[in-house]
């Protein structure tokens, strides 16, 4: 069973990898980071048909005012931000704690000891659960 859960993400990877260039970047991307203003109403009646989205054009460019002076960072940038240290924390302990989910740990046991097995994932996700909530 495991080969077809595998072919699957392989499936819609292949799925997104076929389909995505032909549709149009976020119209927040093109107008807050690119700068592209046309590019972004153009987005916009692609996405969401003709119609007019001055309000929403208009709101994207408040926004865009508001972040004047904010420094877009990369992915190496944030991970050197000590004021993210939190979350970041917190993004692993989760990813960390579902690698640990026995899926694959229940394929090579008894079937008897399978439902305890499910049991023990099942109380660890709860923990790890809580301790996620508990820091946000």
């Not at 990898?17 to 807050?32: A, D, I, T, V």
């Not at 002076?69 to 692993?92: A, D, F, H, R, W």
């Amino acid at each position: 069973m495991w080969n077809v859960l595998l072919s699957f993400s392989g499936l819609v990877a292949l799925i997104q990898l076929l389909f995505l260039p032909f549709f149009p970047e976020s119209p927040p991307y093109l107008l807050l980071q690119k700068g592209d203003k046309a590019g972004c109403l153009k987005a916009m009646k692609q996405l969401w048909g003709e119609g007019n989205y001055h309000t929403e054009f208009d709101d994207m460019m408040k926004e865009k005012a508001v972040t004047k002076g904010t420094k877009i960072m990369n992915v190496l940038e944030v991970l050197k931000e000590p004021s993210v240290y939190p979350q970041l924390s917190t993004m692993l302990l989760l990813l960390l704690s579902l690698q640990l989910c026995g899926l694959s740990a229940t394929a090579s046991l008894q079937e008897s000891t399978i439902p305890y097995v499910s049991l023990g994932v099942a109380i660890s996700e709860l923990i790890s659960i809580i301790f996620c909530v508990s820091q946000i």
